[in-house]
């Protein structure tokens, strides 16, 4: 069926297009080239006084996993407050921080995301990830894989493996469990902390490895860029959340030694130590060493203020503020010789100095990264904030005078250790379009998506303009999934499967031989049991697979 | 189903306890199976007693139906149904999956048999959380195991041999390990191993009192039960250790404030932690358990029970026991999905009674036969640390369908003819 729709604005920036009148075609699933005159249209939609986006992408989103299923275990007063019932198309659900996942594909998409990314894949438990995923509708998924601190390649590192041996290593687990990048988080910190090491910044040695944190990205990242793999090494840096953590991001960078990085929720590695609390911004610092490495990216993880929940492989960290829990509970785990999790609920707080202070840190970031390329639009999702604040967030960058206004109801002293006032900057509709569809698909090499041109997978949103971005963006005239429209003024009118989309990566299969010995005597599977096929992602997990080769 | 078309199958998972051991050796003889490697006690007779093919009949009314004529009686059951109870879930993700929204499209409340089992578990995480591990954690890193009680052992026999170290050479399982059983009786939980005797209503007491002694804020506990120097003795032994794990089994706290011992054995983990690494190990029997209250909380973002009476899914598990659901009178049709059970302990009820599983009950008004997830088909079951999704293969061709396939077609046919 061939569409047209008619007359929107159209934002592609990975067409270079900004706001220009023009038509776009659909055949089914896909854009299309004008076709030619007298070529029958099947539907026309009517896009007069509306601007079009390409579908959102979120590449940095907790929405699958077994963290993300003890923080919805543990949140149940939350869960409790916010019951969804079933009606004839929409399954039921609970939870507006950590949603159910029915509920969780509703509100991306009604907000006009159609892909998100789950960050922290920990390999025995990608199963469980990818069936959380497919149960999230409306939405295509992908993953990051947490390497790292997994024993097996700490031991590869400590005993100077071959270039050749890691690098198969890494692409076969990444085949192995479905994903589609690789992420490290606290690189060594995870394993680190299993022997009671409380600590461990980017030149420290791991306790019983002696390898360094600085050590372990620059091996991730050059075997990433050997495989080919289009997503730079993910990276949850060093010192999560400690005051003065700037300069480990810094250095994170620097022993990457040139080579890409994407920096993850970067807002809370920006921290300084200035001032009466020893608690300050290095957003400028954080800027700076993104401006000066275009090899670089970051997403913000910005925080608002609300009851929340904070989910993280980062078990030494987690752990740490365990007793900043609100309500006070936490749980952490050690998981499979692989890495851990630790949840844990967290109350953001506008009259807090350092709360106040995070969510100015964030605005920072954004307004001070000059090129809209290298900064993604996150919360974190859940850790700095649900998802469904982006509306919100986005006002805040488009609007200055809002965002001022938002500065006079936190805490002063915060406001007066920010920078935030004097910045003018507002957000474009084109830089809005980079940071939340166009900068995460060309990161993650997806080139049918992202964007409006000859090609691309019809997933796209139709706004009506406003004065206020935060009405604008909460809520699309229409978003469009796979050529089918499935919101419509808020409400949505069909549910479509997502597909899931991983890296199709080579590897020598001898690496497969020493694993089996592995994981025979020191895993509790064996290697037969562990790797996830095409065919059951698509018949017993429920997805179909979208695979992605880069060369 | 042919057995005899089958083949010796190596490295099967076994997907009768939550251990889900996947190093068995099972072959098919000329009408059943046998486990010629690696079988533990339960796996030997789980395995010997599966029916083979004379079983794949469905019965309404004790009376012998093809599946489509089943399928379409047990639709018409609950369509009209304005209670309906689902229970047993000893079945896969998948199984779980279809039995949710058939739940959630009938109004219905959904448990689990044994769903007290796990409940003083999952209270603790929601009320406090916790700090867990897992096999492989355990196998590599701990150098002291307790295990409280008979329950770890008798849910799952291999698990100390799951947890051991398998190849010591390797420098990060280079050390001895310890085992302390606590209250095992004369299931003492291996030659070597030291134990303390204790009963299971004592076990909240004794925790506390190592907590105490960590926290140097009491040296002197004089329990009755076990001796000032026996504690003291256990608590130099959990604290001399790199990474001690805490082992049990919610089926040896089911007593009157049960769930308060369980708490105190989670806060001696979480005291631990502080200045030194622990960890905490649930062990449950049945591997469908920990999978279906996977998928519950996934879809719905809370465990069974879960009741979609008024639409929404509530989680209210005093108000959604069986028995009290009986006592109002909220009961008018029951159905049982199964396929991983021992037995069909189908709860006693006035109600008529639809059964989906592997055996055909005595009683039953409805019953439509299904394979067993792991040995007539594929599917998902969660192990016993939560953490890891095994993928079970099926190791005999069989007709049966999965509980999963008849619920879809019942789901189906209660859409089309607009039940």
């Known amino acids: 069926m061939l569409t047209r729709i008619k007359g929107g604005a159209i934002y592609d920036p990975i067409n270079g297009i900004d706001g220009v009148m023009q038509d776009i075609y659909i055949d089914d699933n896909k854009i299309v080239d004008r076709p030619l005159d007298g070529t029958q249209i099947d539907q026309t939609i009517d896009a007069n006084g509306l ?10 989103t907790h929405i699958g996993g077994g963290k993300v299923n003890i923080a919805r275990m543990m949140m149940t007063e939350e869960c409790d407050a916010h019951q969804v019932a079933h009606d004839g198309l929409l399954r039921s659900g609970s939870g507006r921080i950590v949603p159910s996942t029915f509920i969780t594909g509703y509100e991306y998409a009604k907000l006009g995301y159609t892909m998100c990314f789950e960050p922290a894949i920990v390999p025995s438990n990608a199963r469980q990830a990818h069936m959380e995923m497919a149960d999230t509708p409306l939405l295509d998924t992908g993953g990051y894989l947490v390497l790292g601190n997994d024993e097996y390649f700490l031991n590869l590192l400590a005993k100077g493996a071959a270039t050749a041996t890691i690098r198969d290593y890494i692409a076969f687990m990444v085949d192995a469990t479905q994903c589609i990048g690789v992420k490290v988080v606290n690189p060594g910190g995870i394993s680190a902390f299993k022997f009671n090491q409380r600590a461990l910044d980017v030149d420290e040695p791991h306790r019983h490895y002696r390898v360094t944190p600085g050590e372990i990205v620059r091996t991730l990242a050059e075997a990433l860029h050997d495989i080919k793999l289009q997503h730079p090494l993910h990276v949850h840096t060093s010192n999560l959340g400690v005051p003065g953590n700037f300069a480990s991001t810094i250095s994170t960078v620097e022993a990457a030694d040139g080579l890409p990085l994407h920096l993850a929720h970067v807002q809370f590695h920006s921290y300084g130590t200035e001032g009466k609390q020893r ?116 006002r805040l960058l488009m609007d200055k005078g809002y965002r001022n206004d938002a500065l006079s ?125 095409d065919d059951e992602m698509a018949n017993a997990i429920g997805s179909q697979v979208v695979k992605h080769k880069w060369n | 189903m042919s057995a005899t078309a089958s083949k010796i199958r190596n490295e099967a998972i076994c997907p009768f306890c939550a251990l889900l051991c996947d190093d068995i050796t099972v072959k098919p003889d000329s009408a059943d199976l046998s486990v010629e490697l690696n079988g533990c006690g339960i796996a030997q007779s789980r395995y010997s007693s599966i029916v083979q093919p004379t079983c794949n009949k469905c019965y309404v009314y004790g009376n012998t139906v093809d ?175 790199n990474y001690p794990v805490l082992v049990w089994s919610e089926s040896d ?35 469908s358990g920990p999978s279906v209250n996977q998928v519950a909380t996934w879809q719905f973002g809370k465990p069974l029970p879960l009741s979609f009476r008024t639409g929404e899914p509530v989680y209210f598990p005093e108000y959604h026991s069986f028995e009290s659901l009986e006592k109002r009178q909220d009961v008018d049709l029951v159905l049982w999905v199964g396929g991983l059970e021992d037995q069909s302990q189908i709860p006693r009820s006035k109600a008529d009674v639809i059964v989906i599983s592997h055996s055909k009950p005595t009683k039953s008004r409805l019953f439509i036969p299904v394979g067993i997830p792991g040995v007539h088909h594929d599917g998902h079951l969660f192990r016993t640390d939560q953490a890891v999704a095994m993928y079970v293969r099926r190791i005999v061709p069989s007709s049966l369908p999965s509980a999963a396939e008849v619920l879809t077609s019942v789901l189906g046919e209660l859409e089309s003819s607009r039940c």
Request: hydrophobic share 40%; net charge neutral.
């Open chain 1, 51 to 60: 601007f079009i986006m390409s579908g959102g992408i979120d590449i940095h």
């Open chain 1, 279 to 394: 608690f300050s911004s290095a957003a400028s610092e954080i800027a700076e060493a993104v401006k000066q490495n275009p090899q670089i990216s970051v997403d913000v993880g910005h925080v608002m203020f609300g009851q929340t929940v904070t989910i993280s492989a980062d078990t030494m960290h987690q752990f740490a503020n365990r007793n900043h829990a609100h309500p006070r509970k936490s749980t952490f785990m050690d998981i499979e010789c692989e890495a851990g999790c630790g949840v844990v609920p967290f109350r953001y707080r506008s009259e807090s100095y350092v709360n106040a202070l995070q969510w100015a840190v964030g605005l920072e970031l954004f307004l001070a990264i000059d090129n809209p390329w290298q900064v993604f639009l996150t919360t974190d999702h859940p850790n700095g904030a649900s998802f469904t604040t982006y509306p919100h967030l986005i």
């Open chain 1, 409 to 533: 109801t936190i805490n002063q002293s915060a406001v007066r250790m920010s920078c935030v006032a004097q910045m003018a900057r507002e957000y474009s509709l084109y830089e809005v379009a980079i940071i939340t569809r166009a900068g995460p698909a060309r990161s993650l090499g997806l080139k049918d998506r992202g964007h409006l041109g000859a090609g691309a997978n019809a997933d796209m949103v139709l706004y009506r303009q406003n004065d206020n971005w935060e009405t604008v963006f909460a809520n699309p005239v229409r978003v469009i999934k796979d050529g089918k429209t499935v919101v419509r003024d808020g409400k949505i009118e069909q549910v479509v499967a997502g597909r899931s989309h991983r890296a199709h990566l080579e590897y020598d299969e001898n690496i497969k031989r020493e694993l089996e010995q592995y994981f025979e005597h020191n895993g509790s599977m064996r290697l037969s049991n562990f790797s996830i096929s």
């Open chain 2, 67 to 241: 599946c489509t004529d089943a399928i379409q009686s047990a639709a018409e059951m609950i369509s009209k149904s304005k209670a309906m109870v689902i229970t047993g879930m000893y079945t896969d993700v998948a199984g779980s999956r279809a039995a949710l929204k058939l739940a959630e499209n009938k109004s219905a409340v959904i448990m689990q048999s044994d769903g007290e089992g796990n409940r003083s578990q999952t209270l603790r995480v929601q009320r406090s959380g916790g700090y867990f591990t897992t096999l492989s954690e355990i196998r590599n890193r701990a150098d002291l195991i307790v295990m409280f009680g008979r329950g770890p052992v008798s849910e799952c026999p291999r698990i100390l041999d799951m947890l051991r170290p398998r190849c010591p050479s390797t420098d990060i399982s280079a050390r001895k390990v310890l085992f302390v059983a606590i209250g095992a009786g004369d299931d003492s939980a291996s030659e070597g191993s030291t134990s303390f005797e204790c009963k299971p209503e004592q076990y909240g007491m004794l925790a506390d009192a190592i907590r105490l002694r960590v926290q140097n804020t009491r040296q002197n506990s004089k329990l009755g039960f076990i001796s000032d120097e026996q504690i003291d003795r256990l608590t130099g032994m959990i604290t001399r250790a």
């Open chain 2, 253 to 287: 706290f089911k007593y009157s404030l049960g769930d308060l011992a369980i708490d105190s054995i989670n806060q001696l983990i979480e005291t631990l932690n502080i200045n030194r690494r622990c960890a905490g190990l649930v062990v449950s029997g049945s591997a």
